[in-house]
């Protein structure tokens, strides 16, 4: 298995539609993870951490699912401004220090 | 607040000839990292720094890829010669922590090697 994958998408939701992604890593290991927002053309945003115990923030909520090894984001009430690429973050495998970068999932959200 | 400062936004060069890119981290953050994103491959480590001092350089491709970090306050990534290969969009990251915490992006270079 890869360090870290996730589906590219794109996943095509209407507004206030709910919508979850899955990012599967390798190293059982791991510790902290994050989950990074990225717009067409920008720079990738740190949008949220994700703790054992999970994390909300709003629509947002992310979760950690250690024995089955994924992490998830769920976005409740899709907006417009949701669309964009989302990058999950795991922690390095190995003696590396370099947390690794998913390739991002893609999020369309239609009128 | 100034977040991470990159320069140039666009770069636009024919192969052969050197590229230089810059950046200025966020004040007080003591990492400091180059990645490189393309739709092949996603976003790559290139190296990172801290507290000036180069820690990781294993992702830097070859021999034609440098970086430096003078001072804590600029860094530079270097290509000699360019190629065609090497058109991505690189970006600079920093951190107060370290690798594993909280990145702040600059916006990033657009590097097209004709």
């Known amino acids: 298995r890869k360090e870290v994958e996730q589906d590219p998408g794109p996943f095509n939701v209407p507004e206030g539609a709910t919508v979850a992604f899955n990012c599967t890593y390798s190293?059982?290991?791991?510790?902290?993870f994050f989950w990074y927002r990225q717009d067409c053309r920008k720079e990738p945003k740190l949008l949220m951490s994700?703790?054992?115990s999970g994390n909300e923030d709003g629509r947002f909520t992310a979760q950690l699912n250690r024995a089955s090894q994924y992490i998830s984001l769920l976005i409740r009430d899709s907006k417009l401004s949701d669309s964009a690429t989302y990058l999950c973050?795991?922690?390095?495998?190995?003696?590396?220090?370099?947390?690794?970068f998913g390739r991002g999932t893609s999020l369309i959200v239609h009128p | 607040d100034a977040g991470v400062i990159q320069s140039p936004r666009h770069e636009v060069t024919e192969m052969g000839q050197e590229v230089t890119l810059r950046c200025k981290p966020i004040?007080?953050?003591?990492?400091l990292f180059w990645y490189r994103q393309t739709m092949m491959r996603g976003l790559e480590l290139l190296i990172y720094?801290?507290?000036?001092?180069?820690?990781?350089d294993s992702g830097m491709p070859e021999d034609r890829f440098s970086a430096k970090m003078p001072n804590a306050s600029f860094s530079t990534l270097k290509i000699q010669p360019s190629e065609p290969r090497d058109s991505a969009v690189y970006f600079c990251?920093?951190?107060?922590?370290?690798?594993?915490?909280?990145?702040?992006f600059g916006s990033g270079t657009q590097l097209s090697v004709l």
């Open positions: 004040s007080g953050h003591d990492y």
């Open positions: 990251a920093s951190s107060l922590v370290g690798p594993g915490e909280k990145l702040f």
């Open positions: 720094f801290n507290n000036n001092v180069p820690i990781d």
């Open positions: 994700v703790y054992s």
């Open positions: 190293n059982s290991a791991s510790q902290s």
């Open positions: 973050v795991v922690p390095p495998s190995g003696g590396s220090y370099i947390p690794t």
